[in-house]
């Protein structure tokens, strides 16, 4: 079994061009990066493999079941295939600036979150820095009722907590944070996180809210999520495949998710 630094998953849907900009960013020494293509059209098909081969990295072609089953399906080949120190689930639209300070968790069972920014230079790290049961609640009621005004006051909430940790990361200078959630753009975890999470994702929920699932199946392991802000990636967000806010499947999303959350012990 080939030994990597770094194995990458990188979930691809549509967009090309943006694959093609992620390799040049690849500014490593010691990595593997496994291709996941979610079918668009026969076109994109065989650029998106073209790219992957140029590239020297594996290519898995999939039928379009969404960002959890296509990372699901390139975890599982990476872990069958690789021995690896972190495994790296990233969008298509990345670019990487900086992979430093990973070393000191090397040996535990954690998932790090990035200083992820667009080029606007809007910061989406932590996606929710701290665990509010009320507000998970709230999310429900709000798409139960379709009330856009209880959609607003909990994103309201969830941007007011952002804005308190930025206070506090201002503050305290620190290199790793504890955190609660992460965005799911860029998502780096320890060997031994993989192993005690692997399916990371529910393959139910074709898109939106993975990034809850994860973070409440990780508390419930007691894998932390840490935030580290010299790690530095940007996210050129939805040019990776130009899917625009849904609401009915975001609706969907969440009540799968809840429903998971109640069977589970987590509300």
Not at 119 to 143: E, T
């Amino acid at each position: 079994m080939e030994k990597y630094k770094y194995v990458f998953v990188v979930l691809v849907y549509k967009n090309i061009e943006v694959l093609k900009d992620f390799f040049q960013s690849l500014h490593l020494s010691d990595y593997k990066v496994v291709v996941v293509n979610s079918y668009y059209d026969d076109a994109s098909l065989k650029e998106c493999q073209e790219t992957a081969l140029v590239n020297k990295a594996d290519f898995i072609p999939i039928e379009n079941k969404g960002f959890g089953y296509g990372n699901n399906v390139g975890l599982k080949h990476a872990m069958e295939n690789y021995s690896f120190d972190y495994l790296i689930l990233s969008n298509s639209d990345i670019q990487i600036n900086s992979l430093d300070f990973l070393s000191v968790i090397k040996e535990t069972s954690a998932i790090v979150a990035p200083y992820t920014h667009l080029p606007s230079g809007k910061v989406q790290n932590p996606n929710i820095p701290w665990r509010m049961r009320k507000l998970l609640k709230l999310f429900k009621v709000a798409y139960d009722r379709e009330s856009n005004m209880l959609l607003l006051f909990a994103h309201i909430l969830t941007r007011g907590s952002r804005e308190l940790f930025r206070v506090y990361s201002l503050i305290k200078k620190k290199t790793f944070y504890k955190i609660y959630c992460c965005h799911g753009s860029f998502m780096i975890f320890t060997k031994k996180a993989v192993d005690a999470l692997f399916p990371v994702f529910d393959d139910r929920v074709f898109l939106y809210n993975e990034e809850l699932y994860l973070a409440e199946r990780s508390r419930i392991k007691n894998i932390p999520i840490y935030y580290c802000p010299k790690i530095d990636v940007l996210h050129l967000e939805g040019a990776s495949s130009g899917i625009s806010f849904d609401f009915c499947r975001f609706k969907e999303s969440y009540s799968i998710l809840y429903e998971w959350m109640i069977e589970n012990g987590c509300l």
